[in-house]
Antibody, heavy 120, light 107 residues
Framework: EVQLVESGGGVVRPGGSLRLSCTASGFTFDDYGMSWVRQAPGKGLEWVSGINFNGETTAYTDSLKGRFTISRDNAKNSLYLQINSLRPEDTALYHC?????????????WGQGTTVTVSS | SYELTQPPSVSRSPGQTARITCSGDVLAEQYVNWYQQKPGQAPVLVIY???ERPSGIPERFSGSKSGTIFTLTIGGVQAEDEADYYC??????????FGTGTKLTVV
């Protein structure tokens, strides 16, 4: 079964840091680009970042550049998102998703997400 | 960055056709994908490349394009189709953007 499982979320004080992880199974991880997408409580989807199959190319939404870093370890079938200088507005459910080039680079597999709460 | 605009809500009775639009200035040169999200669940891809259906998605879901307006059509809506729907596109640099989202209510 193709699956993505996120972890690493939690409650953090403003200014703190977190490293989110996403573990893939059921497919050849290093054949695919990957993305992070977040959803604040009661709000819509917001694309955060993406990375290509070998980690050499990354992209970020303009408003988050500088505080967010995406990376991957293909040997561990894992995707990561480092978030620094956390702000209350970063409170959200963070999903990882697979980018499928056969489906015109759409996000065809999603994890259930890990929750990040930024609060003092 | 750019924005994709969707109507906040659409309401249909079972068996009717639901149409959800997505518009944005840059969409003339880009493709659009559509996702369905039910409460408490992760999004599901229902249309890619403007009008293609992934395997396992019912035929009542279809997509179309007219200029810079993209439309997700659900023919003969069912109660199980009640969900939030998001369009999504990308620019040439690999940056993705989601639409504002549309809540489909089946009453």
């Amino acid at each position: 079964e193709v699956q993505l499982v996120e972890s690493g979320g939690g409650v953090v004080r403003p200014g703190g840091s977190l490293r989110l992880s996403c573990t893939a199974s059921g497919f050849t991880f290093d054949d695919y680009g990957m993305s992070w997408v977040r959803q604040a409580p009661g709000k819509g989807l917001e694309w955060v970042s993406g990375i290509n199959f070998n980690g050499e190319t990354t992209a970020y939404t303009d408003s988050l550049k500088g505080r967010f870093t995406i990376s991957r370890d293909n040997a561990k079938n894992s995707l990561y998102l480092q978030i620094n200088s956390l702000r209350p507005e970063d409170t959200a459910l963070y999903h990882c998703a697979r980018i499928n080039s056969d489906y015109d680079y759409s996000l065809d597999v999603w994890g259930q997400g890990t929750t990040v709460t930024v609060s003092s | 960055s750019y924005e994709l605009t969707q109507p906040p809500s659409v309401s249909r009775s079972p068996g009717q056709t639901a149409r959800i639009t997505c518009s944005g200035d840059v969409l003339a040169e880009q493709y659009v994908n559509w996702y369905q999200q039910k409460p408490g669940q992760a999004p599901v891809l229902v249309i890619y490349n403007d009008s293609e259906r992934p395997s396992g998605i019912p035929e009542r879901f279809s997509g179309s394009k007219s200029g810079t307006i993209f439309t997700l059509t659900i023919g003969g809506v069912q109660a199980e189709d009640e969900a939030d729907y998001y369009c999504q596109s990308a620019d040439g640099s690999g940056t993705y953007v989601f639409g504002t989202g549309t809540k489909l209510t089946v009453v």
